[in-house]
């Protein structure tokens, strides 16, 4: 049975960082395309960060240059190192994996994902 699990999810202030793992059981992390959503409380789950088989890497406008998604192979874990945090990053974080690569037109489409992990809280304070 294929398992994500995150963790990492803090209360932290403005301007504050914190990093999310993904450990994966029984998929391969490497091999598919991964990805980190969101969800807010009173709106949709969207899309924030996801990487391909290889190294491509995509990311919601709403955190380029603040949040970084990378990968340990080794560890067959996924990570979401989020800086500059703000107020509206405020959401339970979910982890997500595919059985194929990333598609080139939609790498972010929650479509694309067929595995998901329970989610962890991430509480950012002003």
């Known amino acids: 049975q294929v398992q994500l699990v995150e963790s990492g999810g803090s209360s932290v202030q403005s301007g504050g960082s914190t990093r999310l793992s993904c450990v994966a059981s029984v998929i391969t992390v490497s091999n598919r395309c991964m990805a980190w959503f969101r969800q807010a409380p009173g709106k949709e789950r969207e899309a924030v960060a996801g990487i391909n088989t290889g190294v491509s890497t995509y990311y919601a406008d709403s955190v380029k240059g603040r949040f970084t998604v990378s990968r340990d192979n080794a560890k067959n874990t996924l990570y979401l190192q989020m800086d500059s945090l703000k107020p509206e990053d405020t959401a339970i974080y979910y982890c997500?994996?595919?059985?194929?690569?990333?598609?080139?037109?939609?790498?972010?489409?929650?479509?694309?994902?067929?595995?998901w992990g329970q989610g962890t809280q991430v509480t950012v304070s002003s």
């Open positions: 997500a994996a595919a059985r194929l690569p990333c598609r080139s037109d939609r790498p972010l489409a929650s479509t694309t994902y067929n595995y």
